[in-house]
């Protein structure tokens, strides 16, 4: 008899983090049912990883509105899918001081990186406990260890789902149910264009440092597959990502804000 193919749930799949970890996980012969707002991003992915040992299907939705967290639910149980593992990838970030921002926009981000990964956390993870058993992985970022002046809003959503994440792999535990958060620094995606930061010679530039720090999409994922696999409860990719998580239990807030006003006054941000 064929063991039951592992169905995994990955949102954000099209692209970044989010491919490479629809890649690790079709690799291991997954069902992996991908979402994504880009349609293209989606039919790209469905080529690439069609004849290979799992099996995909893409799902177009825009998960920054509020219902889609059910859509989604209800799209996997009319296909009759129980979803092994799910993966709340999907998120993205504004820089700047946050009342420059558009008001629209910032209610899109937070429902995205917020509101619908509690949705699906929720609807997913009670079918979990129903049969004691599953996988949560959640994405945060670095950003969520302390408050950020010019990614004030978004570094508060990160530091939401590492809290949320924190506390529900306690409450999860006894039901067999693993809960990880993984927390990439800067990386080199589509992510950094949205927050409006550009590749460019400019030396000192936001955008040239954080290109020259960024890591590969495909090492932050595989970082976070390895410690989802062996079931920790944090990852922080990278040696740098890791010294930062350190320094950042030593600094005081106080001391972190003054950093950051002091590099985004001196620097343009491309």
């Known amino acids: 008899?064929?063991?039951?193919?592992?169905?995994?749930?990955?949102?954000?799949?099209?692209?970044?983090?989010?491919?490479?970890?629809?890649?690790?996980?079709?690799?291991d012969g997954a069902r992996v049912?991908?979402?994504?707002?880009?349609?293209?991003e989606l039919d790209s992915l469905a080529g690439e990883l069609s004849g290979g040992p799992g099996e995909i299907i893409t799902l177009q939705k825009d998960l920054s509105?509020?219902?889609?967290?059910?859509?989604?639910?209800?799209?996997?149980e009319s296909m009759g899918h129980e979803i092994d593992v799910l993966v709340n990838n999907a998120g993205f970030g504004l820089m700047g001081e946050h009342l420059d921002h558009d008001y629209d926009e910032v209610q899109v981000?937070?429902?995205?990186n917020m509101v619908t990964l509690t949705g699906l956390t929720t609807l997913y993870g009670r079918s979990m406990k129903k049969r004691c058993g599953g996988k949560i992985l959640n994405v945060a970022s670095t950003t969520?260890?302390?408050p950020l002046p010019h990614l004030a809003a978004y570094a508060a959503t990160k530091h939401y789902v590492a809290a949320f994440t924190a506390a529900l792999?306690?409450?999860?535990?006894?039901?067999?149910?693993?809960?990880?958060?993984?927390?990439?620094?800067?990386t080199d995606t589509a992510f950094l264009a949205r927050c409006g930061l550009d590749r460019n010679n400019r030396r000192?530039?936001?955008?040239?440092?954080?290109?020259m720090a960024a890591m590969r999409p495909s090492d932050v994922a595989r970082a976070g597959y390895r410690a989802f696999r062996r079931g920790k409860k944090k990852k922080f990719p990278g040696f740098l990502n890791k010294l930062h998580w350190f320094v950042t239990r030593l600094s005081?807030?106080?001391l972190t804000t003054l950093i950051v006003r002091a590099f985004f006054r001196t620097r343009p941000v491309n």
């Open 1 to 27: 008899m064929n063991e039951q193919k592992e169905t995994v749930l990955i949102t954000g799949a099209g692209a970044g983090i989010g491919r490479e970890f629809a890649r690790l996980f079709h690799r």
């Open 33 to 40: 049912i991908a979402v994504s707002l880009l349609r293209n």
């Open 65 to 76: 509105r509020a219902e889609s967290a059910r859509e989604v639910f209800d799209f996997t």
């Open 109 to 112: 981000m937070l429902n995205l």
């Open 144 to 146: 969520s260890f302390q």
């Open 169 to 186: 792999a306690r409450e999860l535990a006894p039901y067999g149910i693993g809960v990880t958060c993984l927390f990439p620094g800067t």
């Open 204 to 211: 000192g530039s936001v955008g040239n440092i954080a290109f």
């Open 252 to 254: 005081p807030d106080a």
